[in-house]
């Protein structure tokens, strides 16, 4: 079983920078590959970034690559998202998610196992 908690979402403008973390509770959170997903007012949810066991694969959606980094620290069972150059188009409900290691990560959020609350990142022009 693992919780997850999101948090440092909040209100940002244009090209601003905003970095989101996630605590997991549990002690077996380096076995899942963790990612990002987000959801705006009227749209599926949708994936942000990922990454595997021990931070040794990450892929991103394009809409998002170059602009935001994910990373992980299995000392404290976190994970990040660092958002740079934010877009009116990134303002959604940012999730966290858990699945476990099956070798490869995925952008699939139907494969993941276990999700935070979200965390409002608004971002005014």
């Known amino acids: 079983q693992v919780q997850l908690v999101e948090s440092g979402g909040g209100l940002v403008q244009v090209g601003g920078s905003l970095r989101l973390s996630c605590a997991a509770s549990g002690r077996t959170f380096r076995s899942y590959a963790m990612g990002w997903f987000r959801q705006a007012p009227g749209k599926e949810r949708e994936f942000v970034a990922a990454?595997?066991?021990?931070?040794?694969?990450?892929t991103y959606a394009s809409s998002v690559k170059g602009r935001f980094t994910i990373s992980r620290d299995d000392a404290v069972n976190g994970v990040y998202l660092q958002m740079s150059s934010l877009k009116p188009e990134d303002t959604a409900v940012y999730y966290c998610a858990a699945e476990r290691w099956r070798g490869r990560v995925s952008v699939d959020d139907d494969e993941y196992d276990y999700w935070g609350q979200g965390t409002q990142v608004t971002v005014s022009s």
């Open positions: 990454i595997g066991w021990s931070g040794g694969s990450t």
